[in-house]
């Protein structure tokens, strides 16, 4: 929970959402941090504070309100969305009536950065629908957005017109939630990824940048402000004419390139560190900040 870090959620394949306060462990790191002989701090066997079990199947889909402290929304493979809302004493009552208007697993789920009652769902049928908690459990819209499962969305927070989404066949696009009355909102599609996208996100210090990590081992960034010069492409070309051996085909809007972890599953921004990313993969996780992204610290920051 943004506002409130040390309170976490989690999905397991029991088919059951927790709620978990970390408090005592992230005290326990920070005492560790002081002692003269710092270790591990102890393993802590602890009870959630609230237990859901109200989803008919395991699920994946979980995202916290960025506007309204506490708001959660969880969705499962049976396709229902289940909305959480906070109480004063530090528990939540859960809507036993979901949302429906998917056909198939909702895969993610993402409140708008401005708007307390919409939230937008992508799922395996490959459409995105957006919804408003006040009118009803059916979406104000549903759209195709991709012709296979849609994996991941993600809402930009400092151009809340824009939603990024990624699919299984490895394409990502860019919607402008402006254009949905006239059919149409894709503003941007990239092919780039062979293989399907495991994780999109906008950046929180740069409206026009994002980073996308898929299953062919590659995490990419992306400006979206950036276009094909031909002129400046071609004196580059002619002063570096024996180094650059680049694929012909590259997207101008292509940054950067992170390879060498195996099965990427995950990607965040740093909240406070621009440029800097994490990204997870079944060989362990990788803190990263690109020499090409402007950053107020110095380019050489990385692991």
């Known amino acids: 929970m943004s506002q409130n870090p040390h309170i976490c959620a989690s999905w397991a394949d029991t088919g059951h959402v927790q709620?978990?306060?970390?408090?005592s462990h992230l005290n326990?790191?920070?005492?560790?941090?002081?002692?003269?002989?710092?270790?591990?701090?102890?393993?802590?066997n602890q009870t959630p504070l609230m237990k859901f079990g109200g989803h008919k199947?395991?699920?994946?889909?979980?995202?916290?309100?960025?506007?309204?402290?506490?708001?959660?929304?969880?969705?499962?493979?049976?396709?229902?969305?289940?909305?959480?809302?906070?109480?004063?004493?530090?528990?939540?009552?859960?809507d036993a009536n979901p949302f429906g208007g998917h056909s198939a697993s909702v895969e993610d789920l993402q409140w708008s950065p401005t708007e307390a009652d919409v939230f937008a769902s992508c799922s395996v049928d490959g459409h995105i629908a957006i919804w408003d908690t006040r009118l009803g459990k059916s979406p104000i819209t549903s759209f195709k957005a991709h012709n296979a499962d849609v994996?991941?969305?993600?809402?930009?927070?400092?151009?809340?017109?824009?939603?990024?989404?990624?699919?299984?066949?490895?394409?990502?696009?860019?919607?402008?939630?402006?254009?949905l009355k006239g059919g149409d909102s894709v503003v941007a599609h990239f092919e780039y990824h062979k293989h399907p996208i495991t994780s999109i996100e906008w950046s929180p210090?740069?409206?026009?940048?994002?980073?996308?990590s898929s299953a062919d081992n590659q995490l990419t960034i992306w400006d979206l402000s950036l276009e094909k010069d031909e002129e400046e492409e071609a004196e580059f070309k002619a002063k570096t004419q024996e180094q650059v051996n680049a694929p012909e085909d590259l997207p101008p809007q292509l940054l950067f390139v992170h390879q060498g972890q195996k099965d990427l599953k995950e990607l965040h921004w740093h909240s406070q560190i621009p440029g800097m990313l994490v990204s997870t993969a079944a060989d362990g996780f990788n803190i990263l900040m690109p020499s090409n992204i402007q950053s107020t610290l110095p380019q050489d920051v990385g692991v």
């Not at 709620?19 to 408090?23: G, I, N």
């Not at 326990?28 to 802590?44: C, D, K, Q, R, Y």
Request: proline share 5%.
């Open 19 to 23: 709620v978990w306060d970390f408090s």
């Open 205 to 212: 210090h740069e409206g026009s940048t994002l980073a996308v």
């Open 57 to 94: 199947d395991e699920g994946y889909a979980i995202d916290w309100s960025p506007v309204t402290p506490g708001r959660l929304l969880t969705g499962d493979c049976k396709s229902c969305i289940h909305l959480w809302e906070p109480t004063s004493d530090s528990t939540w009552t859960v």
């Open 151 to 179: 994996n991941v969305i993600s809402w930009n927070r400092l151009a809340s017109c824009m939603l990024a989404s990624g699919s299984d066949d490895g394409t990502f696009s860019i919607h402008d939630l402006r254009l």
């Open 28 to 44: 326990a790191l920070a005492e560790s941090e002081t002692e003269v002989n710092p270790g591990a701090p102890s393993v802590f």
